[in-house]
């Protein structure tokens, strides 16, 4: 019989609570700070959370009531029209990459994807600035769903391109086997197998559009009215988080909590669902085996 | 070394193709390198019409680069190159003219490990029928139930065609794939190790399964179980490296499956049937 002395089996036992309080203890470090974000924007942003907050346009300083309806539909329009240009963009480009990786325009197109993942989003503003802004002589919705459009490239074509490489290579193989085309089997094949990872894409790139302030402070420039004229500047939610929130009035900034909450409930909401549609598409098509 | 007897399995073979039958595919001096390595080397193989031929040798002697160079599968390895040639019903397949979309429906492919589409039953089958153009729902309908009787699958799934072809089991999986390959009427089927994945009874299912598709199609099997080698084939080929420092394969002996593992003429071959290989 092997038995481990009395003494060692102790040591070992210690050793191993440990390293498990370790690593609780930095499970924790990390979670702690973004349960308290969380709560402290619930905590200061709720009071301000009504119907109205939803309907109504902002009101002058000191005027009761008052809402963010302006802002809603604002950053509706630009992360709208940033989607409608970035998803056929990205998918395409991504879909490129995973097939054509060995090109020189695919080695091209992930290293500049990379690049522009690494451009601050103020840059991009300022660039939007440029080509759209400047020569139109007015800031618009239109410049900011461009912009947005930039932003949401990189995000879209590396999960794109990484859906397409997790589809099981003989899929792939077992169309082309039956006589199928190169670009049948990508449109029937491959791209409905990775359009659930794809979507997940989608998601996590309109949850880092809707809340980018810095771009819009160059394009959709922020608007106190009412507006869906794609031409004219819009108010946008992370945009007039900003506004608020640097000026000195106390019901601002009560505000600038509210639009705050209503952002991350969002960006929660869209994560939720991003899981939701992955855990159906699991459990209704079944497995390999 | 111990001489064994002859494995008893071998004598309740039924095997009555002795006469030669005409040749639905032939391979002429066949080589495959990738990039500089040379896979297989100066392969000479006939494929007999409506029989099956099994592809036997120990692990990376080049089996299935053989088998998939029987429809150009190999032409999707980057780097890959095929010399020599093949001939399907005495035309080269390896020529500058030849439309391998067309090989690749003439000779049609089962894989190691079930590859159903994400989509219906129905969807799986009516695949490659549809990449022929044919929509109309009725044909459609009676192509994909043809297709499913001839893979054995019809009872299980008559009355969940619309329900995902991966909410199978794994030998269900194996013979909705079976069925996909055959609703396009091909006239050659490959399949690579096509029972490796399975368990014993869907096994037994497969390969009783091919017995009757031999009837209609020609069948070239790849398989590491010479059991399973013995029992379905009415042809062996036998194949090995030439050369252990450059690791590249060969038939070294091709003849009838009785013949092959009842009377080897190759010392080799009879060192692997017996189970003295190594």
Redesign the interface.
């Known amino acids: 019989m092997i038995q481990a002395a009395p003494r060692r089996l102790q040591r070992r036992k210690l050793t191993n609570l440990f390293m498990l309080s370790l690593c609780i203890l930095a499970t924790l470090l990390v979670v702690t700070p973004l349960l308290w974000i969380i709560g402290y924007v619930i905590q200061q942003g709720l009071p301000a959370i009504n119907i109205s907050f939803f309907t109504q346009l902002p009101t002058p300083v000191g005027v009761p009531g008052g809402g963010i309806a302006n802002a809603l539909v604002g950053s509706a329009m630009t992360v709208g029209l940033g989607l409608l240009i970035a998803v056929p963009i990205g998918a395409l480009a991504g879909i490129y990459a995973a097939t054509h990786s060995e090109t020189s325009l695919g080695i091209a197109l992930r290293f500049s994807t990379d690049v522009i993942s690494g451009v601050p989003s103020i840059v991009m503003g300022i660039f939007a600035y440029t080509i759209i802004v400047l020569p139109q002589r007015h800031f618009s919705a239109f410049s900011g769903g461009v912009v947005l459009a930039f932003i949401m490239l990189p995000t879209l074509i590396r999960t794109t391109e990484e859906m397409i490489h997790l589809v099981p290579k003989s899929l792939h193989e077992g169309s082309l086997a039956l006589g199928a085309a190169e670009w049948k089997t990508s449109l029937s094949i491959i791209i409905p197998a990775a359009a659930n990872g794809i979507l997940t894409g989608v998601m996590l790139a309109i949850a880092r559009a809707a809340g980018e302030a810095a771009p819009m402070l160059f394009t959709a420039f922020g608007n106190p009215f009412f507006n869906l004229d794609f031409r004219q500047p819009v108010a946008t939610l992370p945009h007039t988080i900003f506004v608020y929130a640097i000026a000195p009035y106390d019901d601002w900034h009560a505000k600038a909590w509210a639009t705050a909450l209503v952002l991350i409930s969002f960006v929660l909401l869209l994560n939720i669902l991003a899981r939701l549609i992955t855990w159906w598409r699991m459990h209704h098509i079944g497995t390999y085996h | 070394m111990l001489k064994t007897a002859p494995i008893a399995f071998l004598v309740n073979k039924n095997n009555g193709t002795t006469m030669e039958k005409p040749q639905k595919m032939a391979i002429e001096n066949l080589s495959v390198y990738y990039r500089n390595f040379r896979a297989i080397e100066e392969v000479n193989l006939p494929i007999y019409a409506q029989s099956i031929t099994a592809i036997i040798g120990p692990s990376g002697c080049g089996k299935s680069t053989l088998l998939r160079a029987l429809?150009r599968?190999n032409d999707?390895v980057?780097g890959s190159r095929t010399e020599g040639q093949v001939y399907l019903d005495g035309a080269p397949i390896y020529a500058p003219n030849v439309d391998v979309?067309?090989i690749?429906?003439r000779v049609?492919?089962v894989?190691q490990?079930?590859?159903p589409?994400?989509?219906s039953i129905y969807d799986n089958v009516a695949?490659?029928p549809r990449?022929?153009g044919i929509h109309q729902r009725h044909k459609l309908d009676e192509i994909v139930e043809r297709a499913l009787i001839a893979a054995a699958l019809w009872d299980e799934v008559r009355d969940k065609l619309d329900q995902?072809?991966?909410?199978?089991?794994?030998g269900q999986?194996q013979r909705l794939?079976i069925a996909?390959?055959i609703a396009?009427q091909p006239e050659v089927i490959l399949m690579d190790e096509p029972a490796s994945?399975l368990d014993p009874i869907a096994t037994l299912k497969i390969e009783e399964l091919m017995q009757e598709l031999k009837k209609a199609f020609t069948i070239v099997i790849v398989t590491h179980n010479m059991q399973q080698a013995a029992r379905v084939s009415d042809y062996t080929a036998m194949m090995m490296l030439t050369d252990q420092a450059e690791r590249s394969g060969t038939v070294i002996e091709f003849g009838e499956t009785e013949q092959i593992f009842l009377n080897p003429k190759d010392k080799r071959t009879e060192d692997y049937v017996t189970g003295r290989f190594g």
């Open positions: 429809n599968m999707l980057p979309v067309e690749r429906r049609g492919m894989f490990r079930p590859n589409f994400p989509k695949y490659g990449l022929l995902s072809g991966l909410s199978l089991s794994g999986q794939c996909r390959a396009i994945a």
